[in-house]
């Protein structure tokens, strides 16, 4: 069974601080996928990484992937208020077929401070 | 943007009735899913559907689940005896191969 977590669970930051949220998952995939969720909203596609070692930049938010380590890091730049939100990581285990089921991860509540 | 569209918002329904969770995918979109998100939990997959077919389904999806693409748009999810623990936000998703998913508002399902 593929397990996928995340940590921290929960962030709390100051504006213009740095941080990295964990994303590790226990199965092989080269497919992995960052989410964003606002209370009571639904979930914002923010990056795909499909290859070992993809690198994908938007804004203040950087995330990558090491399939060898089955790892993937959200890295945030000097956060801002509006960054404030739940991220998901979330892992397609197969290889070859499209369209199939995301395992997500826990989520990491982050809150930016002013 | 083109966006998946759920119906409806908010859904109450008495324990043991059946409930219809609607969904319009995005319109070129070929692969369409259902999760579901219990409050303050993460997102669990429950069902994908492909070619007319559930191409694959979570232990979640028992057969009290159903799918059915009745027509060319829409994408339904039927659970025919709700029970307590069914209280979940539900989420339809669509994609394109293996891009990402895209996820519609949700529909909040409150069990009484």
């Known amino acids: 069974e593929l397990k996928v977590e995340q940590n921290p669970l929960f962030l709390s930051m100051q504006e213009g601080k740095n941080y990295t949220i964990y994303c590790n998952y226990s199965?092989?995939?080269?497919?992995l996928y960052w989410y964003r969720q606002d209370p009571g909203k639904s979930l914002e596609s923010l990056f795909v990484?499909?290859?070992?070692?993809a690198v994908k930049q938007e804004g203040r938010l950087m995330a990558s992937l090491d399939t060898k380590a089955r790892l993937s890091t959200l890295h945030i730049t000097a956060a801002v208020h509006d960054l404030s939100a739940t991220y998901f990581c979330?892992?397609?285990?197969?290889?070859?077929?499209?369209?199939?089921?995301?395992?997500f991860g826990g989520g990491t509540r982050l809150m930016v401070k002013p | 943007e083109p966006e998946v569209t759920q119906t409806p918002s908010h859904q109450v329904t008495q324990m043991g009735q059946e409930v219809i969770l609607r969904c319009v995918p995005i319109?070129?979109?070929?692969?369409f899913y259902w999760y579901r998100q219990i409050l303050g939990q993460k997102v669990e997959f429950l069902v994908s559907?492909?070619?007319?077919?559930?191409?694959?389904k979570s232990e979640i999806f028992d057969d009290q689940f159903s799918v059915e693409r009745p027509d060319g748009s829409n994408f339904t999810l039927k659970i025919r005896s709700t029970k307590l623990e069914d209280s979940a936000m539900y989420f339809c998703?669509?994609?394109?191969?293996?891009?990402?998913?895209?996820f519609g508002d949700g529909t909040r399902l409150s069990i009484l």
């Open positions: 998703a669509s994609s394109v191969s293996a891009q990402p998913q895209h």
């Open positions: 199965t092989t995939s080269d497919r």
């Open positions: 990484l499909l290859s070992n070692g």
């Open positions: 979330a892992v397609d285990p197969t290889r070859y077929n499209a369209g199939n089921m995301l395992t």
């Open positions: 319109s070129n979109h070929l692969y």
């Open positions: 559907f492909y070619n007319n077919e559930i191409s694959e």
